[in-house]
């Protein structure tokens, strides 16, 4: 079933639609909720709170690309969930992965720093469209799925080491890149 197809069903408002979108894009809801929360009864909770969040969703919303409208959904549960789990306590896989950018990025809570962020975020895009396919794949599994390095390094093909190392020079990059958008002193 084509996603036009399923977005059609949420129309609808047929069960089946979340049959339908968790058959097409079931598995990758699933690997971000797992790699960001790295507990499979947390993960299994926050894809059944993904559907819901759809189904709220659509309609109104005609969402192209589904697969990225819904990743998107699951992530931002998954972290608001990761967040009150570890108020206290470190989860060092998704930890690992934020704390590679967190000398590069940070955030704040006021009404500046909101603006900031969106700011942030256009250059992030501006910055990934000076990329190779290679690296930016590299750049949006690990900081965007949370896929461990390991992980990465089969689907790319490579080693962690050398992915380990094209991360760093990416991270690199998009610090000299934020530097030059006046983003960073």
């Not at 409208?69 to 972290?79: D, E, G, P, Y």
């Not at 990934?128 to 390095?149: C, E, K, Q």
Request: proline share 3%; with cysteine; charged share 30%.
């Amino acid at each position: 079933m084509t996603d036009t197809e399923i977005i059609d069903l949420f129309f609808e408002r047929s069960e089946q639609a979340i049959e339908e979108l968790a058959k097409k894009h079931g598995s990758a809801v699933t690997a971000v909720a797992r790699n960001i929360l790295g507990n499979e009864q947390d993960a299994e909770e926050c894809v059944n709170d993904t559907w819901l969040g759809v189904w709220n969703a659509v309609p109104p919303h005609r969402p192209s690309p589904l697969r990225t409208f819904v990743c998107k959904i699951a992530r931002n549960l998954a972290t608001m969930k990761y967040h009150a789990n570890t108020a206290q306590k470190r989860n060092s896989r998704y930890d690992a992965a934020l704390d590679e950018l967190e000398a590069i990025l940070s955030d704040g809570g006021s009404v500046e720093a909101a603006y900031e962020a969106k700011e942030l975020a256009a250059a992030i895009n501006g910055f990934m469209a000076t990329l190779s396919y290679a690296d930016r794949f590299l750049f949006t599994r690990r900081y965007w799925y949370g896929d461990p390095l390991p992980d990465i390094a089969r689907m790319a093909d490579s080693t962690a080491n050398s992915v380990t190392v094209r991360l760093f020079r990416i991270r690199k990059k998009l610090k000299r890149y934020l530097e030059k958008e006046g983003f960073l002193v």
